[in-house]
């Protein structure tokens, strides 16, 4: 490139980064969790980015409200410093430019790096974080197995590449390990993982045992817990925008959110800062819109696009399943893992309880002798479970029942072939392994 071509590269970078002329207006009030701006309410729109100038430093906010009296913006920065009279100016949109060099690194919600390996490459393509579904009617359709490697995921819960999946659980119960554990599965181009609101702890953890071995097609955007809403109601879109763009591309994604239930929160305290009421658990109305319309982004892409196969964690709010955000996104996804809290003290890991998890296209997986088999299994177990307490009472007595002699024979047998550590290496064939195991029960 000689000097006339880096001179105008220069000029076109500074014309689209620095405007020539700048919309601006005043701070005129500041709250702990948002800021007012006077001067811009006809310049500005929902979603669209302000920058003040502190310290010869821009710090970000987003519009979230526009009356006559001014604007209300909820800030990025965790610490806010800013004062009355402080100048603010409209800024370009928030856009990602994703690059297939991003594959190996480690970035927050901003798109900006966080593993200290230099700037982010950018890409030809501008992408917008807050972007639509694919059309329903153009889209792919759903219908290769993916085999995880969890014996009791791939044997009563199976998964498609393309499907959208849930797992749910209260809290110290098995989420995230279970979420590490298929983070591991093959068969994947591009590993896309949003931590939101994880404890800073356990972020390398993560990074350094569940993504060792694919760490180098693997995409991490980080929001700790300390982080302000905005950046932890970023970060899903963010990951969801990059697990796009290599969709695009055609190839295969897995697209890991833990969890969608703190983006939920940071979507509350945004909604409740712009006035929005209270309407279910302090949950204002525009959470469960945003809900939805996130989900939805991953699964197929259009015929001839890759797909984005989307593992969703939900921390459910006081082990109550049917609590409003748990609700929402059960109703949402292809499917949901419930990890349940008496399974765990039963020093069960993975804590499945396999009769309330369900996936809405294992028929695309199972052949019709393992379908039978699942449904006879299912029956045994809750026959088992039924009977706990009548067992436990002395009221059984073998030989009067034989369906229940049944399942008090192999249930605990089954229930040991479940059980996964997560350095045990990968089940290939756990169907066969399930069937060795009852056929030697039985004799």
Sequence with gaps: MNALEKLESTIATLRRDVPTVRVGGMVSEVTPTHFRVSGLSRYVRLGELI?????????LGEVVRIDNDGVTAKPFDSHFAAGLGVPAFRMPPKTLSPHPAWKGRVINALGEPLDGAGDMPVGEREMQTDANPPPAMTRSRVSKPLRTGVRVVDLFTPLCIGQRIGIFAGSGVGKTTLLSMLAR?????????????????????????????????????????????????????????????????????????????????????????????????????????ELPRLLERSGPGLEGQGSITGVFAVLVDGDDHNE????????????????????????????????????????????????????????????????????????????????????VQLVPKIYDVLQQHPTDPSCAEPFQELLSVIKTAIG
């Design 185 to 289: 599965s093959s068969g994947f181009d591009t590993v896309v993982t949003a931590l939101v609101g994880e404890r800073g702890r356990e972020v390398r953890e993560f990074l350094e045992e569940s993504l060792v071995h694919h760490k180098t097609r693997a995409i991490t955007v980080v929001s700790t817990s300390d982080e302000s809403p905005m950046m932890r109601r970023l970060a899903p879109k963010t990951a969801m925008t990059i697990a796009e763009y290599f969709r695009d591309r055609g190839e295969s994604v897995l697209l890991i959110v833990d969890s969608v239930t703190r983006f939920a929160h940071a979507s509350r305290e945004v909604a409740l800062a712009t006035g929005e009421p209270a309407i279910a658990r302090g949950y204002a109305p525009s959470v469960f819109s």
């Design 51 to 59: 920058g003040l100038e502190i310290d010869k430093r821009v710090h």
């Design 324 to 407: 409003p955000v748990a609700d929402t996104v059960r109703g949402t996804l292809d499917g949901h893992i419930m990890l349940d809290r008496d399974v765990a003290d039963q020093g069960r890991y993975p804590a499945v309880n396999v009769l309330s998890s369900v996936s809405r296209l294992g028929q695309h997986v199972w052949s019709p002798e393992e379908a039978n088999l699942v449904r006879k299994l299912r029956a045994m177990i809750a026959r088992f479970e039924d009977t706990r307490d009548l067992r436990l009472m002395g009221g059984y007595q073998p030989g009067r029942d034989s369906e229940l002699d049944q399942a």
